[in-house]
């Protein structure tokens, strides 16, 4: 895996994935940015939850559960002081279906806590991390 980070002005800068997508990263005003992108650390979270959705889905899909929609609602705390790594993070999953079975959605869970997600274990390493969830029932 390789990606490329170039400094474009001021504190932003555009990332670039190996698989050719690009996002902007900026930082507020008050460090010098324009705003106009997300923060770094913003983006490590949301990879991990995109890498644990990923897996709650896709274990969802092969257990045969009717999901519709999977969230992941993820928050941390950061030390107060240098370097300001994360020291917890929770990450809430809304799962929508029609009839999903709680027993299910649990192992989901428990698998990309405990097995499947690289981002939310590695980042367990050094921050407290945590998971629940709820099911939405849709008709």
Known sequence: MKVR???VQDVMFVGESGSG?????DGPPEGGGRNLGIRPMEMLLLGTGGCT???VVSIL???RQPVTDCVAEVT???AETEPKVFT???IHFVISGKGLSEKAVDRAVSLTAEKYCSASIMFAQVADVTHDFEIV???
């Not at 997508?21 to 990263?25: D, F, Q, S």
């Open 5 to 7: 980070v170039k400094w």
């Open 53 to 55: 959705s990923y897996d």
């Open 61 to 63: 899909k092969k257990s």
């Open 88 to 90: 917890s993070i929770h």
């Open 137 to 139: 029932e849709v008709e």
């Open 21 to 25: 997508h690009a996002v902007v990263m």
């Open 76 to 78: 941390a705390e950061r």
